[in-house]
């Protein structure tokens, strides 16, 4: 072993220690309900795909027909080669989706939050970040020249407390997740934007598990409150069950990204034919009411019977559903247990979670069906009685 990889290896070890190991698994099926899993069939309780767009025919065929038009990938930068009819179709699109004057697209929804965060606020800005906000708008902070201020999650006194110890910079930015990954929440956009509006701030929002999802249309967090944030961020990877990422906004903004944001510049444009598949995606999303009246219906079902159960489930109404089970080895214990079940959910503990709160953190699809749900629902009573858990 060289000295570097003697170094890493050690390292390892300590990870391994402290429980936090992340090893790979496999997938030998399209994404859908019931997957094989390393060889092993599965009912999949954690996947993003929450209208079942992933695997939609529909998406395979647009993408197809571009495929063979274009080729595989776009072999520039949007700046330079890469830049095709199909990323101003799309963008205009997500500006009409979002209601917004335009769109940009990032090669993934880490790299538009990086973008943003990294290129908007400046040296005498602040940002005030909620405590639960995702990894990539915690590194977008991280290379921003502003300083970061985190407020308590969705606590408005907080963040109002916050705002005003911070009056003295230059400009104020607020970022939140719409929807939040870990803990199902909706942030409370309506009362954030007020605040903001008071304080003279301004309101970026990740809205990647609400775009699809939440509002009329599924149009995402700022439908569902009927407000409009200054810049809304999004994915294409998760509700819209394709690759990518997007900045919905003014006129104004979207040119000054494209002019200075480096995860923009600085990236290979998305392949048009993944550009061609989410196209057809939001249209799909546009007129489909019934998977996520589907999804809705399930997640429903899923919180009620386990609350009716016993267990203490957090979030709001969304495809988030955290189970919480406290201590990290019985989370990972029940986890296993779940697997040996067939089913495929995983066990979140600290520190992406807070102490005390590891959970099974479920996703549900419109896709799940009454049978995938009722088998869920027993494996829970089951092991929960096992494990004496409830
Ligand atoms: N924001 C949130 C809240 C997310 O959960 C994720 C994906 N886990 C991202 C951003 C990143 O999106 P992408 O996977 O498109 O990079």
Redesign the pocket.
């Known amino acids: 072993m060289s000295e570097l990889d003697e170094w890493l290896h050690q390292h390892l070890i300590k990870t391994k220690e402290a429980g936090l190991y992340r090893k790979l698994r496999t997938m030998n099926t399209a994404p859908r309900p019931n997957m094989l899993i390393d060889g092993k069939g599965q009912l999949v309780f954690s996947s993003n795909n929450y209208l079942g767009l992933a695997n939609d025919q529909r998406l395979v065929t647009a993408a197809e027909t571009i495929l063979h038009e274009f080729g595989l990938g776009s072999s520039g930068s949007r700046l330079t080669t890469g830049n095709t009819d199909w990323h101003h179709k799309l963008e205009e699109k997500i500006a009409c989706f979002k209601q917004t004057e335009g769109a940009l697209l990032f090669s ?4 538009a ?1 990086v973008g943003v965060l990294s290129t908007l606020p400046e040296k005498d800005d602040v940002i005030l970040s909620d405590r639960l906000n ?1 990894a ?1 708008i915690i590194d977008g902070c991280r290379l921003s020249k502003a300083k970061t201020v985190v407020y308590n999650h969705i606590d408005m006194d907080d963040l109002e407390k916050k705002l005003t110890e911070t009056a003295s910079y230059k400009r104020r930015f607020i970022v939140s ?1 719409g929807v939040f ?1 870990m803990d199902g929440t909706i942030a409370p956009l309506d009362q954030i934007i007020s605040l903001a509006k008071r304080y003279h701030s301004y309101t970026i929002v ?1 809205d ?2 609400a775009t699809g999802v939440l509002g009329k249309n599924g149009r995402g967090t700022s439908d569902y409150f009927g407000v409009r944030p200054d810049v809304v961020i999004g ?3 998760k509700a819209i069950g394709t ?3 997007f900045v919905a906004g003014s006129h104004v903004l979207i040119n000054y990204l494209l002019n200075h944001a480096r995860t923009f510049i600085f990236q290979t444009a998305m392949p048009p034919a993944i550009c061609a598949a989410s196209y057809v995606a939001l249209e799909v999303i546009e007129e489909s009411h019934e998977k996520r009246q589907q999804l809705f219906s399930n997640v429903k079902k899923i919180k009620t019977s386990l609350v009716e159960m016993g267990y203490l489930v957090k979030g709001d109404i969304t495809p988030i559903i955290p189970v919480i089970i406290g201590d990290p080895n019985e989370a990972v214990l029940f986890a296993e247990k779940l697997q040996e079940k067939g089913i495929y959910a995983p066990a979140i503990r600290p520190p992406t979670v807070p102490e005390g709160e590891s959970r099974i953190r479920l996703t549900v699809t419109s896709d799940h069906s009454t049978k995938d749900i009722d088998y869920l629902l027993e494996c829970f009573q089951f092991i929960g009685k096992e494990l004496n858990i409830k």
Do not use: F
């Open positions: 993934s929804g880490y790299l939050n995702h990539s997740d990954s990740d990647a598990h994915t294409l990877s690759e990518g990422g």
